[in-house]
């Protein structure tokens, strides 16, 4: 098991993914750098640099995916990419925010094979170490030197907004629990804002620090959405029939825990008769037995959830790509875009 | 109690928390009109507009003492209201964003004689309603008109500061919980951050809008900073020693909760052998009961606690009025001060 695990090392990382990793991981760390008092510890643990006890741990390190698409977009347009490294550390602080705090909300006590802030600390100190980050988040953004403080302040207000549009998601996204009539529209405006929000201004943001060109922004905001449906979509694939040792989470687990997700909501909607009672009933359930977790896999498997899922999820590339397309960058930077976009499409973990 | 309870209204109002309400209460309304999503409803009610179903309330309204402090600040040295409006909205959603979460970390189920947000809706939905108003509070900074951007980007860093200030101190609050060695010097240094933090910023960004005189902001900020601690001084003493009909805390309630308040803080410090060790005794057990309470009260009243903290408050009160006189404000606007420092520092709800 080890080994494969391992393993998923070795599978090649996008280059957006890879190239700026190192000075993302340095920037993030100055923005965390204060010992003052624990939380900060518990913050650093959270980023993945120590274990429990405060060591520094070697691991596998985060995709840093936000940072990086954000950084990306700013360089692709003309732009230096020291210039967008404000922006990119709030991005991905503001991501692990949304993590300590979605964690305590669905009691979660494991993320990527280790246990969450709050089951080791608990809830309280957890939520309190939710909120520092997002201050920290929100100070990153005035370590802006060369930029002028009209296009600073723009990139506070839409961070903010993005901010915004996240938690409302999360919040529709809480409210669905336990309903078996969430329509799919209903799903896509959900994970447009829970997960899209912050996917879209990644690149968003970035393009306007490197261009002033507002239709060129325009284009990369445009990108970015369909691209937060790609990841969200994969997500929720492989939140029912990822691989355990890959993503930590064991086979089903979104339908033992009764989440709104893709899978789900389209098995809902195109079973019919006998088989959407049986849906209902199962989900109907307080707690979820193994046989009902692979009954509603057997009734996935007939209406086709998964081919649903993965073919909207690279509909969602193909818009993706076309759309910035337009935008015109060099051909170096559209081939990273594409092998980016298709890594999120396929991804096993 | 009924009559008791009302008569309190009857207590006069400061001037400085007449004047403003209605400007406030209006700029608040308007920042939380959203009808879009069910979480914009559960806002309404924790600011006390709403019951929990959603009909409106007639109440006694909160005293609004952090957006009415901004807006003293900017009209008294020559600033217009309407420009400090902004911050003035985004203290008081702070304010309240901090209450959610506090009462979720600490079980609160009742602030101000009705239940907490957690307590109706669930601590899920509460979380994630505080960190909507979070934002809200972000987003209402940029509504500003007048103010120049680099005025408004100073706004936007000083009350991000504030808040990381301020959650640092909530931090160490918890942190401090069932510990009975906190001295003096580490409880002040808490409540600076908890609650001073957010006190201090009111009048000092108020005073920056109003303006662009260094020294005189200077002086706005250390009066402040007093201000804060006359504020939670007092706090402390009515957690111990106030009248539940009008806190709405049963007397001796951070005594049974073991807060490390000041008047439990100075008679740990300045009691002595057998009163020391009951102290501790009391303070290592996991539920008190109603003797523990009244044995701490005792020990209390031998070491003097009241008056202790008391004074102190009354020293702060003496410091914040003393650092503003420099700031050579009119004789009205003086007054006015004044009489909302002594306020603070005797109010009894």
């Known amino acids: 098991l080890i080994d494969e695990y391992e393993g ?13 990793r190192d000075e993302i991981s340095e920037a993030l760390k100055i923005s965390i750098s204060d010992q003052s008092i624990f939380v900060y510890e518990m913050l650093r643990y959270c980023l993945g640099w120590v274990d ?8 596998v390190p985060g995709k840093a995916l936000r940072p990086s698409l954000c950084l990306f977009a700013c360089e692709s347009v003309g732009g230096r990419v020291t210039n967008a490294m404000p922006t990119a550390v709030s991005l991905e602080l503001i991501h692990n925010f949304s993590l300590i705090h979605d964690e305590i909300q669905d009691f979660d006590e494991v993320r990527h ?7 080791i600390w608990g809830a309280p100190k957890a939520l309190v170490a939710g909120d520092v980050l997002r201050m920290i988040a929100d100070r990153s953004l005035e370590a802006y030197g060369d930029i002028d403080v009209g296009t600073t302040l723009r990139q506070v207000a839409l961070l903010t907004e993005a901010c915004l549009d996240m938690i409302e998601g999360q919040y529709m996204d809480i409210s669905f629990e336990g309903k078996s009539s969430v329509t799919l529209y209903q799903y896509m405006n959900m994970i447009a804002r829970k997960t899209g929000a912050l996917i879209r201004s990644s690149i968003h943001l970035g393009s306007i620090i490197g261009s002033s060109d507002d239709e060129v922004a325009r284009m990369f ?33 979104d339908i033992r825990r ?7 909501v389209y098995a809902m ?3 019919q008769g006998v088989a959407k009672k049986a849906l209902k009933e199962v989900f109907s359930k307080n707690e979820l037995e193994d046989r009902d977790v692979e009954l509603v896999l057997e009734i996935m498997e007939d ?5 649903y899922s993965q073919g909207l999820a690279e509909e969602f590339c193909d818009k993706a790509l076309d759309t ?22 396929n991804r096993e973990f």
Chains 1, 2 share one sequence.
Not at 52 to 59: D, L, N
Request: proline share 6%; net charge positive.
């Open 8 to 20: 998923r090392i070795s599978t090649p990382v996008p280059r957006i993914l890879e190239k700026y």
């Open 52 to 59: 429990k006890t405060g060591e520094p741990v070697k691991g």
């Open 113 to 119: 094979h280790r246990p969450t802030l709050w089951s």
């Open 221 to 253: 905001r445009r990108s970015g959405q369909s691209l937060g449906y790609v990841f969200q979509i994969r997500d929720d694939i492989l939140g029912t029939w990822g691989k355990e040792y890959l993503t930590g989470k064991p086979v089903g687990s």
């Open 258 to 264: 009764k989440k709104n997700s893709l899978p789900i």
């Open 269 to 271: 909607s195109e079973s």
């Open 303 to 307: 209406v086709r959830s998964m081919e």
């Open 324 to 345: 910035l397309r337009e935008a015109r960058l060099s051909r170096d930077a559209m081939d990273d875009f594409g092998e980016l976009v298709h890594f999120l499409a």
